[in-house]
C-alpha cells in the first residue's frame, strides 16, 4: 500500500532544508542579484537508475526522499516501457504522482536513427506511444521526451538525424511533450554544437530542444560555463552524473558528487542566472546500476544529499 505525502508538507519539508544548507554556507559565495534570485528549479532523479522497483513504486519513495521531480525511463525493456504498462498501471502512477505532487519532468525513451526503414518505423512509433504514456498519467503540458541519437561519424549521419528527429517532432504535435535529444560521448552528436545544427535545418520548432549533460564533454576539451551559455537557449533538461577518466584514458561514469570531477553548483548557479527553470535530473548510468550489488535505494539518498548540497550552495531555490 502507498503512503500518501501531502505536497505541501513536501515543500516545507524541502524549503527548510534548504535554508537550512543555504545558511550553513553564505558567505562563501557572492550575493545573487534580484533577477538571479527569482523563480526556482526542480531536483529530480531518473527511473533509469531504480531499476528493480516498479515506477509506482519508486515515486513515493522519491516523495519521501526529497525530490521534487522524477523522469521516467521508458526504453525497451525497462519497467516502464509502454508495452509493459497497462491501462491500470497507468492509473497507479497517474494516482502516485499526484498524491506525492511530484512534478513528472521527462521521458526516457532511446530510439537511434539508422538506415533500415523498418527500424526508423518502430522508433517512431515508440516515441507515440511515450507521449500518449506521458498523456495518460500527467496533466503538464511540458514534458521532455528525450532521447540519444545513437553512434556512427558525423558527416556520414547528421542528414539522416535531421530527418528522423524531424519526424519526431512531426508526429509527436498535439500532445504535452517536447522533443529532446541528448548529446553523448563517443555518440554521432557529441556537442551542443551538432545538436544546435540539427535544430537548425528544422528552422528551430519551438518543440524540439536539447538535454545538457556535462559528464559527456567533460575531458573532450569542452569547458563547463562556455558549453551552458552555448547551449542554455535550447536545454529543456539537464541530466548529472560525474565522470572519471581513467589511467588508460577511458571514462567511467559515478553517481553525481561521488568523484568531485564536476562543479554542480557552479553549473546550477550559471544556468539559473541565464533563465533555465527546468529540472536537474540525477541520473545513474548502466556501468553503475549494472555492477553486483548495485542498491537503488542507496543510489537515491546518495544522489540527493549531493545535488540538494549543489543547490544550497548554489543559492538557488527549489520548487
Known amino acids: 500500500m502507498q503512503t500518501k505525502i501531502e505536497p505541501k508538507d513536501r515543500r516545507q519539508f524541502i524549503q527548510s532544508s534548504f535554508a537550512t544548507t543555504a545558511a550553513a554556507t553564505i ?100 516515441i507515440q506511444k511515450a507521449a500518449e504514456f506521458v498523456s495518460d498519467i500527467t496533466a503538464d503540458k511540458q514534458v521532455v521526451i528525450q532521447t540519444v541519437l545513437g553512434g556512427g561519424a558525423w558527416e556520414n549521419k547528421k542528414s539522416l538525424f535531421v530527418e528522423q528527429v524531424g519526424r519526431w517532432v512531426e508526429q509527436t504535435q498535439g500532445t504535452p511533450t517536447i522533443i529532446c535529444i541528448k548529446p553523448h560521448r563517443g ?44 547551449a542554455v537557449n535550447k536545454t529543456a533538461h539537464i541530466a548529472v552524473k560525474d565522470t572519471v577518466k581513467q589511467d588508460d584514458g577511458t571514462f567511467h561514469f559515478q553517481l553525481p558528487g561521488t568523484a568531485g570531477t564536476i562543479n554542480f553548483a557552479t553549473l546550477i548557479k550559471q544556468f539559473h542566472a541565464l533563465g533555465y527553470r527546468g529540472d536537474i535530473s540525477c541520473e545513474v548510468s548502466g556501468m553503475v546500476w549494472s555492477k553486483p550489488g548495485y542498491d537503488p535505494r542507496a543510489a537515491i539518498k546518495i544522489c540527493y544529499e549531493n545535488m540538494s548540497k549543489a543547490f544550497g550552495l548554489a543559492r538557488v531555490p527549489r520548487g
Request: proline fraction near 5%.
Open 27 to 126: 558567505g562563501s559565495y557572492l550575493p545573487v542579484t534580484a533577477a538571479e534570485a527569482s523563480g526556482s528549479m526542480t531536483l529530480g532523479f531518473s527511473t533509469y537508475g531504480s531499476r528493480g522497483i516498479t515506477t509506482e513504486a519508486v515515486i513515493p519513495i522519491l516523495a519521501k526522499t526529497g525530490y521534487d521531480g522524477i523522469e521516467i525511463t521508458c526504453t525497451k525493456g525497462f519497467d516502464a516501457a509502454p508495452e509493459n504498462v497497462s491501462v491500470e498501471r497507468r492509473k497507479l502512477i497517474r494516482q502516485a504522482l499526484i498524491d506525492t505532487g511530484l512534478k513528472l519532468t521527462s521521458i526516457m525513451e532511446h530510439t537511434t536513427p539508422q538506415q533500415s526503414q523498418e527500424v526508423n518505423d518502430a522508433n517512431l512509433v515508440r
Open 187 to 230: 555518440g554521432g552528436v557529441d556537442n551542443p554544437e551538432k545538436a544546435l545544427w540539427i535544430m537548425d535545418q528544422l528552422k528551430h520548432p519551438m518543440r524540439l530542444r536539447m538535454v545538457y549533460d556535462y559528464s559527456h564533454y567533460i575531458y573532450t576539451g569542452l569547458e563547463l560555463i562556455p558549453t551552458i551559455k552555448q
